[in-house]
T-cell receptor
Framework: GIQVEQSPPDLILQEGANSTLRCNFS?????LQWFHQNPWGQLINLFY???GTKQNGRLSATTVATERYSLLYISSSQTTDSGVYFCAVGGNYGQNFVFGPGTRLSVLP | DGGITQSPKYLFRKEGQNVTLSCEQNLNHDAMYWYRQDPGQGLRLIYY???????QKGDIAEGYSVSREKKESFPLTVTSAQKNPTAFYLC??????????FGPGTRLTVT
């Protein structure tokens, strides 16, 4: 099955700093999502991005499907950005969604 | 309001009892999924269903059972055969091959 890796596993930032989170996957996929899990456990959809680049406020994401990686950029980080960021791939008919292990982000005031 | 609901939010059971977790969606999605999350870990797929009356085992199906009698509903039963049932359980739905949406989750504690 598809393997998904995320880096770094943990990241500590001062408020206002920028960061880049990476997701590598082992096979071609037609579906890739980024999620933020808040302290109450809710998974919040950030991007559905099987290829290309998208931006939403301070967050943006890029997926290079041919090279099997995706990047999530967080600019001017805020304490409310803290939590765990997951990427998930797959999910086409007959294919499971597979989640990466996550990146735990802590933004300090 | 469109979305996915899971109930209850917290559930406590004694060891040896079966327990059923509810998941309902009104998004008209064909596919539904159950995941398990242990503290500090990622999500692991238990079961998924891509159409009514059909479902497939995920990576950790042992000790769990599901049914999909209606498009809107995908209940998960944690049986007494599941050796470590205490976990956070998340339900999701999607249009086939497209973006997943998650419910708020159920925290199950078995003592």
């Amino acid at each position: 099955g598809i393997q998904v890796e995320q880096s770094p596993p943990d990241l500590i930032l001062q408020e206002g700093a920028n960061s880049t989170l990476r997701c590598n996957f082992s096979d071609s996929v037609n579906n890739l999502q980024w999620f933020h899990q808040n302290p109450w456990g809710q998974l919040i959809n950030l991007f559905y991005i099987p290829s290309g680049t998208k931006q939403n406020g301070r967050l943006s994401a890029t997926t290079v499907a041919t090279e099997r990686y995706s990047l999530l950029y967080i600019s001017s980080s805020q304490t409310t950005d803290s939590g765990v960021y997951f990427c998930a791939v797959g999910g086409n008919y007959g294919q499971n969604f597979v989640f990466g292990p996550g990146t735990r982000l802590s933004v300090l005031p | 309001d469109g979305g996915i609901t899971q109930s209850p939010k917290y559930l406590f059971r004694k060891e040896g009892q079966n327990v059923t977790l509810s998941c309902e969606q009104n998004l008209n999605h064909d596919a539904m999924y159950w995941y398990r999350q242990d503290p500090g870990q990622g999500l692991r797929l238990i079961y998924y269903s891509q159409i009514v009356n059909d479902f497939q085992k995920g990576d950790i199906a042992e000790g769990y059972s599901v049914s999909r009698e209606k498009k809107e509903s995908f209940p998960l039963t944690v049986t007494s055969a599941q050796k470590n049932p205490t976990a956070f359980y998340l339900c999701a739905s999607s249009i086939q091959g497209a973006e997943q949406y998650f419910g708020p989750g159920t925290r199950l504690t078995v003592t």
